[in-house]
C-alpha cells in the first residue's frame, strides 16, 4: 500500500543550525517525490519535487530509493523557515498523491 | 489572476444538514482533487476528477459525493452532516498534461458540524 512517512511532528533548531526533515515511503513501481510547505497563515505549495533535483530557498532533497526515503535538507536554517512541511508522492501519471502527516519546523533566533 | 477559490472559508452547521463546499479554479486545469485533513494528521484523498463529467473516489471513504459540469467548478456535497465529518476540506487542481505536475492547493474550508 501506497504510504508516506514523517516520523517527527516538530522539530526545532536554531537559526544557521542544519536542518533534516526525514521522510519514508513505500510505493509498488516507481513513484514520484515532492515537498510541500505551508507557511503561517498561507495555502500548500510546492518546495520542491525529486526528479528536478534542484535546490529551492536553499533547500534539497534526495531520493535514496533503496532506504525508501526523501529527507529534505537544509545547511543553515532561517527563521522564515518555520512552516509546516509535509512530503508526498505520486505515480507517474500524477493522478493520485498521498501526503504524509507533516512536520512543523521552528527555527529559533 | 488565475487562481483556486473556496467557500466558505469556515462553516459551523447543524448535524443532519446538507452542504456544499464550492471549489473554481480559473487555471484551466482538467485535474482536480478534494482532500480532508484532520488536525496534525496526513492529507486524505477523498475524490478526484480528470475532467468535465469524469469523478472518481479517493482512497479515504467519504460520504461526500462531488460532481464535474464545468472544467472550472468540482463543488463537494454532503447530504447529511454529521460530527464525524468535522475536519479542514483542501480542494487542488493541476495539470500535469500542460506541464504542470504541480499541485495548486485553494485556501481551504474548515467544517465544524454540531
Known amino acids: 500500500a501506497q504510504r508516506v512517512t514523517q516520523p517527527e511532528k516538530l522539530l526545532s533548531v536554531f537559526k544557521g543550525a542544519p536542518v533534516e526533515l526525514k521522510c519514508n515511503y513505500s510505493y509498488s513501481g516507481s513513484p514520484e517525490l515532492f515537498w510541500y510547505v505551508q507557511y503561517s497563515r498561507q495555502r500548500l505549495q510546492l518546495l520542491l519535487r525529486?526528479?528536478s533535483r534542484e535546490s529551492i530557498k536553499g533547500f534539497t532533497a534526495d531520493l535514496n530509493k533503496g532506504e525508501t526515503s526523501f529527507h529534505l535538507k537544509k545547511p543553515f536554517a532561517q527563521e522564515e523557515d518555520s512552516a509546516m512541511y509535509y512530503c508526498a508522492l505520486s505515480g507517474r501519471d500524477f493522478n493520485k498523491f498521498y501526503f504524509g502527516s507533516g512536520t512543523k519546523l521552528n527555527v529559533k533566533p | 489572476e488565475a487562481d483556486i477559490y473556496q467557500t466558505p472559508r469556515y462553516l459551523v452547521i447543524g448535524t443532519g444538514k446538507k452542504i456544499t463546499l464550492e471549489c473554481s479554479q480559473t487555471m484551466g486545469h482538467d485535474k482536480m482533487y478534494w482532500y480532508q485533513q484532520d488536525p496534525g494528521m496526513e492529507l486524505h484523498l477523498i475524490h478526484y476528477?480528470?475532467?468535465?463529467?469524469?469523478?472518481e473516489k479517493g482512497d479515504l471513504s467519504s460520504e461526500s459525493t462531488v460532481s464535474r459540469i464545468r472544467t472550472e467548478h468540482f463543488p463537494l456535497t454532503l447530504e447529511s452532516a454529521r460530527p464525524s465529518h468535522t475536519s479542514q476540506y483542501l480542494c487542488a487542481s493541476s495539470d500535469p498534461q500542460g506541464g504542470s505536475y504541480e499541485q495548486y492547493f485553494g485556501p481551504g474550508t474548515r467544517l465544524t458540524v454540531t
Open positions: 476528477s480528470y475532467g468535465v463529467n469524469s469523478t
Open positions: 525529486h526528479i
